[in-house]
Structures are given as C-alpha cells and as structure tokens.
C-alpha cells in the first residue's frame, strides 16, 4: 500500500484517497456528539452542559497522543521513504511506551483531583451531578482513548488508512448502541454515555493493536530509548498538541462566558456550536491527515512533483468545501440544532449564534490543512505558529475584546475573527517557506 505514496494521481483518484481518512475524522468527531445527542434527548440540556464542561479533559488525551503520532509520524514517513523500516519500527515503539506512561499518570491524577479539576473547569453546583460521573468514567478511559488515536494516525503512515476507517466504523457503531441502552434504556445519565464511549473506544483501539502486531508494514520491536527523537516527535507535532489544548482552554472560556451572559442555557448553546463546529472541521483535519505521510514519504524519497501535486489538489479542494460547508450551516442550521433541543430558550440561543459563528468555516480549512502540511515536512516551528494563532493566542484576544463592545455577540464572533486574522499569515507563510526548497529534494 505504500507504494501509492509515489504514484501520480489524477484529481479523481486523490479524493478517493481522501475519503477514508476523511470519514475516520467524522466519525471521531461522532463520539462526543453521540454522547451529547442521548443525553440530551433522555437526561435534559443539564446533563448535556455536563458534557461540555468536561471537555478540556479530554482535549488533553488528545493533544498528546495527537503530538506524537503526527510528530513521530513525520520522521517514521521519511524513514520508510529511504527504506529504514527497522528504524522506523524502534521509533514506533518507542512512541507507544512514551504514551502509555503518558496516559497512566494522567488517569491516576485525574481520578485524584477529580473534583477540584471539575471545579476548575468551571461546573457549577447544579451541573456536578452530571459533570462528576462523566469525567471520572473520561479519566479511566485515557489509556484506550490516547492508543485509538494514535494508531488511526500512524495506520496512514503504514499506508493502509482503510484499517482507520474501519477502527473508526466499529467503535461509533458501538458507541450509538451502548449510548442507547446504558442512556435511553437505563436511564444513567451522563455515566452511561461515558461507559458507552469509553468501551466503544477500547473496541477500537484493540482492532488498532492488532493490526500492528500482526498485519503492519510498522511492526512492534524492542523500543529504545531516543530522547533526540522524542525530542523531535514532540517539537514537529506541537502544533498538532497545542491545537487541542487551545481548544480546550477555547471551551472553558466559552463557558464561562456563557455563563455569565446566559447561564446554563449558554453552556448548552456553547456545546451544539461546537458539536457542528467539530462535525464540519473533521472534513479538513480529514484532507490534513490524508495527505499528511504523502508528503512526508515524498521528503524522504525526494520526490518534489508529488508533494506539489498533492498541494494542487488539496487547495482546490478545501476551497469548494468551504463554500459547501457554510451553506449547509446557515441553511441546515436549524434542522442540527433541533436533533439536540427543541423550540425554547436553549433553541434561539444557539441559533442566533451560529448565525454569527458560521463565517468560520470560509477559511478555517486552509488554516488546519497548512500546520498540517508544515508538520509533514519538519517544520514544526511554522506549523507551531499557525496553530497557536488560530487556536489559543487571537482566540485569547479576541475574546477579551469583542464581548467589551458587542456583548454577547462578541463571543460568537471571536473564533470567525481568529481564523481570518491566521489565514493571512498562514497563507504569508506558505509563499515564503512553504516549498520544498529544489536543492533539498535533490
């Protein structure tokens, strides 16, 4: 399956390579949506303000599995482009010893501080019922939830991003029937939603541990320790990792602003604007990680006209997309918001929101595509930049701003104002480090 990294592709044949990555990416987005849909049908938008408060922990997970796998990804793509798949496999395993350390202290920190964490992020005393239950059930899932994501991610770099998809379908199918009967048939809340979750994804990752004993390109070796490319996993993945802790620190600010304004009829608007917002993202993280360990591969093999005709297809690509996705969110808006809540209070927020909210998605694609990009060719740094741009530094700005001069308002528009300040320096960015220099592919 690797060979297909090198071969020329017409635009027909990129986006059908495109399409497993970009449905693992949707239905990962899935997970907490599923959670959020039950639970606020059989348990009220209490339980699923609940949800969103915890989300910052499970951002956490994400991040550095998120890091490492992009990070070590990148280096383990160049190594199988010069044909060094023994060292490619000791980095590989590697990585996954580092992770699970990683994943067992976070468990048992969380489950320590399970309280003041939640206290932290913001619950309320009316919300802790809901929000209690669901983070304890979170931290114990860290492990599974961090090796799920890690093996999505390195399966593309094996080149059968296929077994991806196929991790992904399993674990939602799983997730929509257990959330069914541990929410709608037993009635547990928030606990059940979190069980559901945490067992589909156990489900996943094992098909994922499999296939790498067994099947993979990338197989388990005897892991040594590479501090230098641990080092280097983490600097080139950064971006990927400060993505999802900014937002988790996006979402406590959120909450807590609509709190004040709203108070926790707002945090539930806050959850289903970032339920669209993941489902419509997912589709470029898709087009990212699709393309991601093509280029990578391409670096270590010096292949200059791959990567460029990868980047072709891509911009044309996220450019059509983008106007697909903001029509579908003024027009269909209100049709997503009822699967979660009916006509009230809860209703109009949200509406009324993502009217404001949706220009987001005019150029947040380039934004994700390009630190991407940047992450598959080593430089870290630049893709650290974009990252931290759109997703923490302006959001930070902004949302101090904007709500001084236009209230409430203010908030909904901070995260559109953010990716249309990054586009400018991303794409700035691009024209003036973004190719592959000649002399290096040579």
């Not at 609940?50 to 992009?70: H, K, S």
């Not at 468990?107 to 802790?128: Q, W």
């Not at 669901?134 to 077994?163: C, H, I, Q, W």
């Amino acid at each position: 399956m690797i060979q297909c990294f090198e071969k020329p592709m017409r635009y027909r044949q990129y986006l059908q390579s495109l399409l497993p990555s970009v449905l693992t990416m949707i239905f990962l987005s899935f997970y907490t949506t599923i959670d959020g849909y039950f639970v606020s049908r059989y348990a009220g938008s209490d339980a699923l303000a609940g949800i969103n408060i915890v989300v910052p922990i499970t951002c956490v997970t994400f991040g550095v599995a998120v890091m490492l796998a992009t990070g070590a990804g990148a280096i383990i793509g160049e190594c199988l482009g010069r044909g060094e798949t023994e060292r490619a496999d000791r980095i590989f395993s590697f990585m996954c010893v580092v992770l699970l350390v990683f994943a067992a202290a976070f468990t048992a920190a969380g489950l320590l501080f399970l309280r003041p964490i939640a206290v932290l992020l913001g619950s309320s005393e009316r919300l802790m019922p809901h929000v209690l239950p669901y983070a304890f059930v979170v931290f114990l899932s860290t492990v599974p939830m961090a090796f799920k994501l890690f093996f999505e991610y390195l399966v593309r770099s094996d080149g059968n991003a296929s077994v991806g998809l196929a991790m992904s379908v399993v674990g939602l199918v799983l997730n929509v029937g257990l959330d069914y009967l541990f929410v709608g048939v037993l009635g547990m809340g928030t606990l059940g939603a979190a069980w559901g979750t945490c067992l589909s994804i156990t489900a996943s990752a094992l098909i994922g541990l499999v296939y790498f004993l067994r099947f993979g390109h990338i197989r388990f070796a005897r892991p040594r320790a590479d501090w230098r490319v641990l080092l280097k996993s983490c600097t080139n993945g950064s971006s990927e990792m400060f993505t999802e802790l900014s937002t988790g620190i996006t979402t406590l600010l959120f909450n807590l602003l609509a709190m004040r304004y709203f108070g926790e009829d707002g945090v539930a608007a806050v959850t289903i604007i970032m339920y669209i917002y993941y489902f419509f993202i997912s589709f470029y993280m898709g087009i990212a990680v699709a393309v991601a360990p093509v280029v990578s591969y391409n670096v270590g093999a010096k292949n200059l006209d791959k990567i460029r005709e990868q980047l072709r297809y891509s911009f044309r690509t996220i450019t059509t997309t983008a106007a697909l996705i903001l029509a579908a969110s003024l027009l269909g808006g209100p049709v997503i918001i009822h699967l979660f809540v009916e006509n009230g209070t809860v209703f109009n927020i949200t509406w009324e929101a993502l009217k404001l909210f949706s220009p987001v998605f005019l150029f947040i694609g380039y934004n994700v595509f390009l630190s991407g990009y940047f992450t598959a060719l080593g430089n870290g740094r630049t893709s650290a930049i974009i990252s931290l741009l759109r997703s923490l530094i302006l959001v930070v700005v902004f949302i101090a701003v904007l709500p001084l001069v236009l209230e409430e308002r203010g908030v909904w528009l901070t995260m559109p104002c953010s990716e249309t300040v990054t586009v400018l320096v991303a794409l700035w960015l691009y024209r003036r480090e973004g190719r592959p220099p000649e002399a290096a592919m040579k």
